[in-house]
């Protein structure tokens, strides 16, 4: 069975630009997530879909949002891009039942570089 | 804010030892810890994962530990081999908010 993917791996991208990062859910998962993993730093949620909705959010600025299409894979879009933003950024996906046993299987990630 | 402070940030281990790694959290709604194993570009793997209504959870060489009225849960690895080198997260969730809250990172080197 094939795990979360995400593209791509890596990205280089200059301050100000925007970037989009993408995701595909474990087959028969619902649920998306995205996590930012900065350098020395534990993961920081950023986003939750369940069903083509974003369900919850975690403290990022607006310029950080994403969606959620009817195959259940996902993108995360970030907007004028800042130093800071250079990290991992990763996907997980679960059944979306609910539960907090509902358990998140992450991809590989993709590597963001702000210069 | 809920935290969960992990510790110790980086862990030696000789072939053959125990590696221990501590989590403690505040909120006491948390009703599931999990551990994430990650390994040099690769995302995080669920490694074994505890409910607070036990105190002990063991999976081959590793174990939770968990201590309910202290808040803390504990990692421990036995028998430690060098391709248990990686870095290690807790985490936790409560029912209902599908955001997992993770630990700092403990990362492990066991040596040959």
């Known amino acids: 069975e094939a795990g979360v993917t995400q593209s791509p791996t890596h990205l280089i991208k200059t301050r100000g630009q925007q970037v989009t990062l993408r995701c595909s859910p474990i087959?028969?998962?619902?649920?998306v997530y995205w996590y930012q993993q900065a350098l020395g730093l534990g993961l920081q949620f950023l986003l939750w879909?369940?069903?083509?909705?974003?369900?919850n959010r975690g403290n990022f600025p607006p310029r950080f949002s994403g969606r959620q299409f009817p195959n259940y894979s996902s993108e995360l879009n970030v907007n004028a891009l800042e130093l800071e933003d250079s990290a991992l950024y990763l996907c997980a996906s679960s059944l979306g039942t609910g539960s907090s046993t509902d358990t998140q299987y992450f991809g590989p990630g993709t590597r963001l570089t702000v210069l | 804010q809920q935290q969960v402070k992990q510790s110790p940030q980086s862990l030696i281990v000789q072939k053959g030892g125990i590696s221990i790694i501590n989590c403690a959290y505040e909120n006491t709604a948390f009703d599931y810890f999990p551990w994430y194993q990650q390994f040099p570009g690769k995302g995080p793997a669920l490694l074994i994962a505890i409910r607070p209504d036990v105190s002990e959870k063991k999976e081959g060489r590793f174990t939770i530990s968990f201590n309910k009225s202290a808040k803390q849960f504990s990692l421990h690895i036995m028998d430690s081999q060098p391709g248990d080198s990686a870095t290690y997260f807790c985490a936790t969730t409560t029912s209902g908010t599908y955001k997992y809250i993770f630990g700092t990172g403990t990362r492990l080197k066991v040596l040959a």
């Open positions: 087959s028969g998962h619902t649920s």
């Open positions: 879909y369940d069903e083509g909705e974003e369900r």
